[in-house]
Every structure is written in C-alpha cells, then in structure tokens.
C-alpha cells in the first residue's frame, strides 16, 4: 500500500495532468508506452519474431492513422513489426486511450534482442542505430498535421 500511494498514484495523477494539459494547448494528447520484449517472442499464427510491436487495443486507443504511421516508419527502416500480437496494450492504453474524445495511447514493444546482449546484460553494437531509429519515428509520429483532419468535428456534432 506504501508504494501504490507513494509511487503509483503520484505517477498516475501527473500523467493524467500531463495529457489534459496537452489535450487543452493543442486540441488532442498523443502517449507513446514504450515496453521491453524479450528477444524470443513469437506472433503465434505466423511464427514471425518482431522486433517491434505496435499495439493500440485493436483500433480502440489511438487513431488508426496513428499506428499505421508507426507501423509503416519502423517497416520503411527494415524492421520485422506486428501490429498488435502478441502485445495489444494493457492499462495505459486501456485507460487513456479515448480516440474519439482526442486522447490517444499506443504501445510500442521493442525487441532486447536489437540492443541487449540478454547473457552479459551489455548493450549490442546496434544500440545506437536503434537509438536513432526511434527517434525518427517519434518525429514521424508527431507529425502536427497527423491528426488535424480527424479531430475537426463532422457537421452537427
């Protein structure tokens, strides 16, 4: 109980400042989850090891135009993506992923194996590739026009 009310609810309370914070000065709030995989994940109706995986709860916490720029920027840079499988998301995007309302929340899963001797626990001599890959990404992603044309209002909204 210590650490949920010292560490927990503090993390969650700033969060959801930082996103209704964003959501006000621009008019919508992007969250980026980054995880660790380990290197051995399968997709299990493929067999495909990703190196990343792009999960948005199956189209429901973040606008598809949104992982799909994910999942075409890291494919455009040589890496093996799924989209959502075998990590769809949990309870970031779960709970602050509202699309329709501005607040979108995408999961990005990347592979140990790209950075991490999983043995001697050192970086790999591609970390600082990587490294730079996601940066690019991030820029892709932030893109300011990405979201302009599905956050206008349709007529009599």
Same mark, same amino acid.
């Given at each position: 109980m210590a650490r949920i009310e010292a560490v927990y609810r503090p993390y969650h309370e700033t969060l959801r400042r930082l996103l209704f914070d964003t959501h006000r000065q621009f008019g919508y709030a992007v969250l980026i989850d980054c995880h660790s995989m380990p290197a051995g994940v399968r997709v299990a109706e493929s067999g495909q090891r990703p190196d990343f995986t792009i999960g948005d709860r199956f189209g429901t916490s973040c606008a598809p135009s949104l992982s799909q720029a994910a999942l075409d920027s890291l494919r455009a840079m040589d890496y093996a993506v799924s989209h959502?499988?075998?990590?769809?998301?949990? $309870?970031?995007?779960?709970?602050?992923? *509202?699309?329709?309302?501005?607040?979108?929340?995408? *999961?990005?899963?990347?592979?140990?194996?790209?950075?991490?001797?999983?043995?001697?626990?050192?970086?790999?001599?591609? $970390?600082?590739?990587?490294?730079?890959?996601?940066a690019t990404l991030l820029s892709h992603l932030c893109s300011a026009d990405r979201f302009e044309a599905e956050q206008r209002p349709i007529a009599a909204e």
């Open positions: 959502n499988r075998p990590y769809a998301g949990g $309870f970031i995007t779960e709970h602050y992923g *509202q699309p329709a309302k501005g607040f979108h929340a995408m *999961q990005i899963e990347v592979s140990r194996g790209l950075y991490l001797d999983d043995r001697t626990l050192e970086r790999k001599p591609g $970390f600082g590739r990587l490294a730079g890959d996601i």
